[in-house]
């Protein structure tokens, strides 16, 4: 019943209300919370003491503070995006960048690819990187000179530096960067699910890596379904799987989306695609979009 409803994963149960999981399998309140119970192992979880919910993985105000002070952040050598993000993309959260074709949002997760690898000597995160392509827009030729410009700004910094700086800076080659990018194509959203699913174990054997780009995570939901309800669904679980490995790996994962064109009765405008409810999955959302012949975010 939990399969033909819609339900794949373990995940997509534990946002779900008893009532709300009763009519959509259609079973009493009853086994709705029996089943509830089975998937959260949490047979009385009002019961528990703080220090009971403390061991189950809760935290102080003051120890996320700690934390998050201490993740390093990925510049996207945007002055004025870096300075609106507080620094640059956050690890361990779910960064969205929107906007029309042509805005630069593939430019972006290529650039990002790249400056997650700058070293920790300079603040960087000094990572490697996974790149997720559902278009076919990775461009290696741009990658190799977008490299070949983070080299030379390394090298210029560093030019006055101590001895320690320039070791730092020569560190960072064009294999070094472009062996650091863990590629992967997908080509319908099956796959994009099954990459999902194994970037734990992927993460386990590769420890470095810092940054998750998903580019663009709407183009085969947009394509390949009819069927909203399920869409909207498996769109939820993917949320919830990306959150989860962000928030357990301490990675910052960027997605790219289309827009869409909302109609209402006066007016049309440009919306992020997926729907609201995907809305709400991304921790910080970027729209990128065009001003007077000026990019804007």
Known sequence: KLLKAGFRYVNDLFDIKVVELSKEINVTHEEAMDILK???????????????????????AYEILHKESRRPQIITFSDEIDSMLGGGISSGVLTEICGVPGVGKTQMGMQLALDVQIPAFFGGASGSCVYIDTEGSFAIERVVEMAEGLISHMKLMTENKSQEAKEAADSISLDHLLENIHYFRIHNHIEQIAVINILPRFLAQ????????????????????????????????????????????????????????????????LVPALGEAWGHACTIRIILFWQDAKRYA
Do not use: W
């Open 38 to 60: 089975v998937i959260r192992n949490d047979d009385n979880p009002l019961d528990e003491s703080p220090s009971q919910v403390q061991q189950r993985g809760g935290k102080t």
């Open 206 to 269: 590769h420890t470095n890596v810092r940054l998750i780009v998903i580019d663009s995570v709407s183009f085969h939901f947009r394509r390949e379904f009819e069927d909203t309800k399920a869409r909207t669904k498996m769109l939820s679980s993917i949320s919830q799987n990306l959150m989860s490995i962000a928030e357990s790996n301490d990675v910052a994962i960027v997605l790219t989306n289309q827009v869409t064109t909302k109609i209402s009765d006066k007016e049309s405008i």
